[in-house]
């Protein structure tokens, strides 16, 4: 079983919709969730980071965290074509630099 | 954000042959920075943590010999992939930490894409 297990879709909606994305994992100790965005060909960016149970939002994006069912999401509200990309949720644990991804979810706006 | 750069974005080898890659914290100095490569469809997997001034540390079943990583400054780590075959074609993603004390200030490169023939 991988420590963290990631829908890799392709998921498809149209503009506006509400996306929502999740990760679920295996290794208690992981306490800092994070979720990135990552284009074609290129480095992963930094989207949300959260460390407590609960919601954090920006802007149109919400990080959900729920340690007791060890499960993550990521909602984008008001999905745009630009939001076009692979989502990558990552973990590590307390003290740890390592992070462990998720396989990635391929994301498509449609206009 | 902090930026850090990679180079080159793409190279193409023939098999036998050893490829550099470079990561340069640009606007920051990074104490330690990290390799992962990336299958297609796949997630990033993590290959070593470099630490300016030390020897790399390698994750289970990551090759050093064939890998070979030098942090020799506090903004440049390096990655050589020596003796390139075509099971070694994948992307290569380097990142830097601002702060080793936090995963929030951690920013990758923009990636290299390896193909040996």
């Known amino acids: 079983q991988k420590e963290v297990e990631q829908d890799p879709g392709p998921l498809s909606v149209p503009e506006g919709a509400i996306v929502s994305l999740n990760c679920t994992y295996s290794?208690?100790?992981?306490?800092?969730f994070m979720w990135y965005r990552q284009y074609s060909r290129k480095g992963p960016e930094l989207l949300m980071y959260?460390?407590?149970?609960g919601n954090k939002e920006d802007g149109r994006f919400t990080a959900q965290v729920d340690k007791s069912s060890k499960y993550i999401s990521l909602f984008i509200r008001d999905s745009q074509p630009s939001d076009s990309a692979t989502y990558l949720c990552?973990?590590?644990?307390?003290?740890?630099?390592?992070?462990?991804f998720g396989q990635g979810t391929r994301l498509t706006i449609n206009p | 954000g902090a930026v850090v750069s990679q180079h080159p974005s793409r190279v193409i080898c023939k098999s036998g042959t050893s490829v550099k890659i470079e990561c340069r914290s640009l606007?920051?100095?990074?104490?330690?920075m990290f390799w992962y490569r990336q299958f297609p469809k796949q997630s990033l997997m993590l290959m070593a943590t470099?630490?300016?001034?030390?020897?790399?540390?390698?994750e289970q079943g990551v090759e050093k010999d064939k890998f070979l990583i030098n942090h020799a400054s506090l903004t440049l780590s390096t990655l050589t992939v020596t003796s390139a075959h075509p099971e070694d074609s994948s992307f290569y993603i380097c990142?830097?930490?601002?702060?080793?004390?936090?995963?929030?200030?951690?920013?990758f490169g923009s990636g290299t894409q390896l193909s040996v023939l």
């Open positions: 990552a973990m590590s644990a307390l003290g740890a630099q390592k992070l462990v």
């Open positions: 990142s830097a930490t601002l702060d080793s004390s936090t995963n929030e200030k951690l920013f």
């Open positions: 959260t460390y407590s149970s």
């Open positions: 290794n208690s100790a992981f306490q800092y």
């Open positions: 470099s630490n300016e001034g030390s020897k790399a540390t390698y």
């Open positions: 606007d920051f100095q990074a104490t330690t």
